[in-house]
């Protein structure tokens, strides 16, 4: 029986995804990961089979489905074996494209949503700066309006999809006013006046995270995305779902690795200590699991679940480190045993408690949810 919110369809999707990912994308996840690139074509694979595009209304290219299919999608990516796959298709579906289907025109939304729905544009979501990470107020990449549109100057820091990306979704400052006025959004395309620089990272090897600088870039008028100078809002519309799709993806990943970590001991006899540690792991999961299912269920509702979805983001994302690290020392006991996957889980599942908001950032809109 499917665990409420989903359902027997989603059973029927989760199925077919999970086939998919393991007959299609998990063979290619060690080679992908020794190139710390997958290809773009990926892309077009996920979009032949519509996963580009749950959400999105059949209007736009989309599947008409609504924001558990992509909750699906995002379980299932755990099992691909590449925390750098699954963070590069996540980027373009979960944080990229989601801000021009509720925010754009309907020519913004034929020109990236549909192209990227079809797998023919790759999209990256540009926020972050050298100097402003947690606190957006503090962006200083500056959009100058000029006749017909802006120019663009500045520089942005560790964008998934940054190399590879079609076009970036970019906070820019518009006005000198402080704090988060002045924000805005523009869309900006891969060209002139767009350097980008790959950056080496701990994990997530197959994603392409990078180094944006752009130099006097041209923007036209018609790529502001939202209103102008309200971009704040557009940020803050996106980061629940952002963060459940965090939780999701490291409960499922969590599982792939307790799973694996089982395969690997099932055949020799395990002592307590080992049996009580893996209890503890299976433990652990299902708390986070438990609490990502009623945030999402929640947020599924309507409710308003800000306190449910920052605790599953919290509670998952360190927990995410700490059991893959566990499993590594349950497995690494034993000499000769094929450690490299759960090695990956350990460097991939550092990402959690930074990206999306980091632990102290959560912990900080839990205390203001508690009036503190
Ligand atoms: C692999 C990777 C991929 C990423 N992908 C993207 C992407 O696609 N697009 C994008 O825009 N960004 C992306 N990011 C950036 C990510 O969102 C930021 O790293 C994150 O928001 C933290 O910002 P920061 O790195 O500047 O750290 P900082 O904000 O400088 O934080 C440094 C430390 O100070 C703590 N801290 C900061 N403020 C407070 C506070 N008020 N109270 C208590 N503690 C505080 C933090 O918790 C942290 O421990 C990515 C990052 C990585 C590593």
């Not at 957006?136 to 964008?159: P, Q």
């Not at 993806?249 to 540690?277: I, K, P």
């Not at 699991?289 to 509702?301: E, G, I, K, M």
């Not at 460097?347 to 980091?358: K, Q, Y």
Request: hydrophobic share 40%.
């Amino acid at each position: 029986m499917p665990i409420p919110p989903f359902t027997a369809s989603h059973d029927g999707l989760r199925r077919e995804i999970r086939e998919f990912i393991r007959s299609e994308v998990r063979p290619h996840a060690d080679e992908w990961e020794r190139d710390r690139w997958f290809p773009d074509e990926l892309f077009g694979w996920f979009a032949q089979r519509g996963y580009l595009g749950l959400k999105y209304p059949r209007s736009h290219g989309g599947a008409g489905g609504d924001y558990l299919d992509d909750a699906v999608l995002a379980e299932e990516l755990a099992g691909c074996a590449s925390g750098g796959v699954a963070a590069g298709i996540g980027a373009h579906i979960g944080i990229a494209t989601p801000p021009i289907w509720k925010f754009g025109s309907d020519q913004q939304k034929r020109d990236y949503l549909e192209p990227a729905i079809r797998g023919e544009r790759i999209a990256a979501l540009a926020i972050t700066e050298p100097d402003a990470g947690s606190d957006v107020a503090s962006i200083r990449t500056f959009a100058r309006e000029v006749d017909g549109g802006f120019l663009v100057n500045g520089a942005k820091l560790y964008i998934t999809n940054g190399v590879r990306a079609d076009f970036l979704v970019t906070a820019v400052k518009t006005s000198g006013e402080g704090g988060h006025h002045g924000l805005s959004f523009l869309i900006i395309e891969r060209g002139q006046g767009v350097r980008s620089t790959k950056l080496d990272k701990l994990g997530w090897h197959a994603s392409d995270t990078a180094e944006i600088a752009f130099e006097d870039a041209e923007v036209p008028a018609e790529n502001l995305l939202g209103e102008r100078d309200r971009g704040f809002y557009l940020i803050m519309a996106n980061f629940q779902w952002e963060r459940l799709l965090m939780a999701l993806g490291s409960v499922a990943g969590m599982q792939a690795g307790f799973e694996l970590t089982l395969e690997l001991v099932g055949s020799r006899s395990v002592g307590q200590t080992t049996r009580h540690a893996l209890a503890e792991v299976a433990t652990t999961i299902e708390v986070g699991r438990a609490l990502t299912y009623h945030a999402l269920r929640l947020f599924h509702a309507g409710i308003d679940a800000v306190a449910e979805v920052t605790m599953a983001k919290l509670a998952t994302q360190r927990a995410a480190c700490d059991t893959a690290a566990r499993c590594l020392e349950i497995v690494g006991l034993d000499p000769g045993t094929d450690t490299h996957l759960l090695e990956r889980h350990l460097r991939d599942a550092r990402l959690g408690p930074i990206g999306g908001g980091t632990d102290e950032i959560m912990k900080e809109i839990l205390g203001k949810t508690l009036g503190l």
